[in-house]
């Protein structure tokens, strides 16, 4: 099922080129999404035939006219794969001389939760004088607390997954800091749940700069794939139902300025544009 939170934080599936909206079967309450969230993720499987039969039914809008907002409306923690692709370690170790270390090395990194911002929210830039870059990502939103769970068995904890951008200012800074401020961490367009998603490692991600293709790449060149990642993440500390994962981006990353509006796209998942603006 493809799941998104839209207009006035209404639950809705999108069937085709339709939202239903199913807010009623899942007991969703539009006031306290964060609630109402972890209620969908902890008893998505007791409510998915209600919901199911709620799409052949329920009130539906033209996803053309339908506003959608961010899919996961508050979590807990977003774990980020640094430097997880090979061909992106070449370029980074091209541009800025950075010591040729990848995921195996660094292991992950934290996002600030409040960096995560909506599929049609722009992106705001915090300083005009330093470079900000796009980074295209598959993400995916943890469905059961997990401690020491091994990559074979991950596939069972994953909720589900969205385009993520994981927007990065260049710089010697630590990464949390440079990747944490508002707006930082745009996803959607909706939640694709994991049993829609044959193989995770298998996807192509697209993104462009005002039509300019910049980054082609696809997660079956992943170094620590989808799996890995979610183990690495809850190696001896916990995973919760909402924590985010961003696995790492393809070559092709630069910078963006306001004025632009950055496009992804990720295969079976979706897409969605935003527009770049400097900040107030
Ligand atoms: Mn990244």
Same mark, same amino acid.
Do not use: C, G, M, W
């Given at each position: 099922m493809k799941i998104t939170i839209f207009n006035d934080d209404q639950l809705g599936i999108i069937k085709n080129d339709r939202v239903i909206d199913v807010s009623q079967v899942a007991n969703w309450d539009s006031n306290d999404t964060t609630a109402s969230f972890h209620y969908l993720v902890e008893y998505f499987e007791t409510l998915k035939p209600s919901i199911e039969q709620e799409t052949q039914t329920g009130e539906s809008y033209s996803l053309a006219e339908v506003d959608l907002r961010l899919?996961?409306? %508050?979590?807990g923690k977003i774990w980020a794969a640094p430097v997880n692709y090979k061909k992106h370690q070449e370029e980074m170790n091209k541009q800025f001389?950075?010591?040729?270390?990848t995921v195996e090395d660094l292991a992950l990194f934290l996002k600030s939760p409040d960096s995560l911002s909506g599929p049609s929210d722009p992106i705001r830039l915090?300083?005009?004088n330093r470079r900000t870059d796009h980074e295209a990502e598959l993400g995916y939103v943890v469905g059961k607390a997990a401690k020491n769970v091994a990559a074979a068995d991950a596939k069972d904890y994953i909720f589900g997954y969205f385009a993520l951008l994981d927007i990065s200012i260049r710089g010697n800074e630590e990464r949390t800091w440079r990747k944490?401020?508002? %707006?930082f961490t745009p996803i959607g367009p909706w939640i694709v749940t994991?049993?829609?998603?044959?193989?995770?490692?298998d996807l192509s991600i697209k993104l462009w700069v005002n039509d300019e293709l910049r980054q082609d790449g696809n997660t079956?060149?992943?170094?620590?794939d989808c799996y890995k990642c979610f183990e690495v993440a809850c190696d001896h500390m916990t995973l919760q139902p909402g924590d985010v994962i961003a696995t790492g981006t393809p070559e092709g990353v630069g910078p963006i300025e306001s004025g632009d509006v950055v496009r992804i796209e990720v295969e079976q998942v979706g897409g969605f544009s935003v527009p770049v603006e400097g900040s107030e």
């Open positions: 899919p996961v409306p %508050t979590t001389n950075n010591a040729p270390r915090p300083f005009q944490s401020f508002d %707006t994991a049993d829609e998603i044959e193989d995770p490692n079956k060149h992943l170094i620590y």
